[in-house]
T-cell receptor, first 113, second 116 residues
Framework: DAGITQSPRHKVTETGTPVTLRCHQT?????MYWYRQDPGHGLRLIHY???????DKGEVSDGYSVSRSKTEDFLLTLESATSSQTSVYFC????????????FGPGTRLTVT | AQKVTQAQTEISVVEKEDVTLDCVYE???????LFWYKQPPSGELVFLIR??????QNEISGRYSWNFQKSTSSFNFTITASQVVDSAVYFC?????????????FGSGTRLSIRP
């Protein structure tokens, strides 16, 4: 199994509060991704990174920011959480980009009340 | 724009039956990649297969097989002699372009239930 961990695994927070989710990999893969999974929508890409300090937006990036200061860590921040951001968040890694297989972390279930 | 359609929201079959999960895609690129991922009840996502647009050869891996047809823009997944452990949500996905920064999109998934 690819070495990917996500923290926290579960979080309940209130509307308007900032939240940061962390993805940590031990595979030294260049590419890292954040997705959200919602019923009826499959997985939707939020942001991705193609190297340290190199990030780009995905399909549903509004309300989210990311940072990658080290190869192994990719942080997803909700600056001011809203109820529409209640979701399961998955981190993924890939050695060669989105045209190649991705390996996923265990997910973080976030509830915004 | 890219699009992936998994029209079957849920499928339920009895163990040992064969089952096919449909995936239809839309893309304007001539170079693209198709994937299937499995999400068992435990929640993790597992990579199953990757296929590029220049390789229409069907693939078989044990009880799993994939039928890629560019003429119908489909990349269907068949499980032969299904087992309870095959119960999961299966996602088809598409990425396009040469760039390693190309975007990937997933279908909405098909929930497969295998009844004993």
């Amino acid at each position: 199994d690819a070495g990917i961990t996500q923290s926290p695994r579960h979080k309940v927070t209130e509307t308007g509060t900032p939240v940061t989710l962390r993805c940590h990999q031990t595979e030294n893969h260049r590419y890292m991704y954040w997705y959200r999974q919602d019923p009826g929508h499959g997985l939707r890409l939020i942001h991705y990174s193609y190297g340290v300090k190199d990030t780009d937006k995905g399909e549903v990036s509004d309300g989210y920011s990311v940072s990658r200061s080290k190869t192994e860590d990719f942080l997803l921040t909700l600056e001011s959480a809203t109820s529409s951001q209640t979701s399961v968040y998955f981190c993924a890694i890939s050695e060669r980009g989105q045209n190649y297989e991705q390996y996923f972390g265990p997910g973080t279930r976030l509830t915004v009340t | 724009a890219q699009k992936v359609t998994q029209a079957q929201t849920e499928i339920s079959v009895v163990e040992k039956e064969d089952v096919t999960l449909d995936c239809v895609y839309e893309t304007r690129d001539t170079t693209y990649y198709l994937f299937w991922y499995k999400q068992p009840p435990s929640g993790e996502l597992v990579f199953l297969i990757r296929r590029n647009s220049f390789d229409e050869q069907n693939e078989i891996s044990g009880r799993y097989s994939w039928n890629f047809q560019k003429s119908t823009s489909s990349f269907n997944f068949t499980i032969t002699a299904s087992q309870v452990v095959d119960s999961a949500v299966y996602f088809c996905a598409l990425s396009e372009g040469y760039s390693s920064a190309s975007k990937i999109i997933f279908g909405s998934g098909t929930r497969l239930s295998i009844r004993p």
